[in-house]
């Protein structure tokens, strides 16, 4: 775990910004940096991080890592607010569920949740395994990799598929599958969904009814975007984690960000 920028304020509050699947620390690199010193951010490097070797989906208690890691919070003080991409907010909102964190707010980006059994069929299936290196293209053609040629970053794309391979690709599917059977009414932290609306991934709808699901959940749209919001609108995404501790709004629990 890394502290990003120590703070230079006694109030600054501590964020922990948690990679999806085959990601890095890095990705949120831009976000940090427009990060006012009310903020210290941090950052950690989880089992299924770029460069990972795939065995770390072989554990039954692979997802332990994320928990581990932000219940120990830093230097002696807890996360006051925890942000996750994709696959790693899923992990975190299934220890949400379990009620085995309770950080004072969460950001969820990009995450995968569909609220009933019947949402999933064999095209949902054949989509996710056969087109799964798509989001991993995208994300080479937002990142340092952008000046590559799409022949290599397609390249590139195929290997990020067999580095996480096939055990890797169930973990995360497992963990989606099991979006229908969570215990929202558990989740008492305030809780911001982050989707863009031309995610190929993690589909706009199902973000807005995941919010709508939780007892204080707040849901935004950021339009012309796609599966990596921390790489295509930074700007937008820090103002919004900047004041994620002011989510709560008492008279209407579910209201909409725009």
């Given at each position: ?21 085959a990601g890095r620390p890095a990705v949120w690199d831009q976000v940090v940096d427009r990060l006012g010193d009310e903020v210290e951010p941090w950052d950690a490097e989880l089992p299924w991080h770029a460069l990972a070797d795939g065995t ?203």
């Open positions: 775990m890394v502290c990003r920028r120590p703070a230079t304020r006694s109030d600054a509050v501590r964020i922990l910004f948690l990679h999806g699947l770390w989906s072989h554990r039954d208690d692979c997802d332990d890592a994320l928990v581990s890691t932000v219940a120990a919070g830093a230097a002696g003080r807890p996360f006051d607010v925890v942000v996750a991409h994709s696959y790693s907010a899923g992990v975190l909102l299934e220890a949400l569920a379990a009620r085995r964190l309770d950080p004072s707010a969460v950001v969820l980006i990009s995450p995968f949740y569909r609220p009933s059994t019947q949402d999933f069929d064999w095209t949902a299936i054949s989509h996710y395994l056969n087109d799964f290196h798509l989001m991993f293209e995208e994300a080479l053609r937002l990142g340092e990799t952008a000046r590559f040629s799409e022949r290599r970053r397609a390249w590139m794309a195929g290997q990020m598929r067999e580095q996480v391979g096939p055990y890797g690709w169930m973990r995360w599917f497992q963990q989606y599958l099991r979006t229908p059977f969570l215990d929202l009414s558990a989740v008492r932290v305030p809780a911001l969904v982050i989707t863009g609306d031309r995610d190929i991934a993690a589909r706009p709808d199902d973000g807005r009814r995941l919010a709508a699901a939780l007892p204080d959940g707040r849901f935004t749209l950021f339009a012309d975007c796609g599966h990596f919001p921390m790489l295509e609108q930074p700007d937008r995404v820090a103002r919004l984690v900047s004041g994620c501790t002011h989510i709560r709004v008492p008279d209407d629990p579910h209201l909409e960000l725009t």
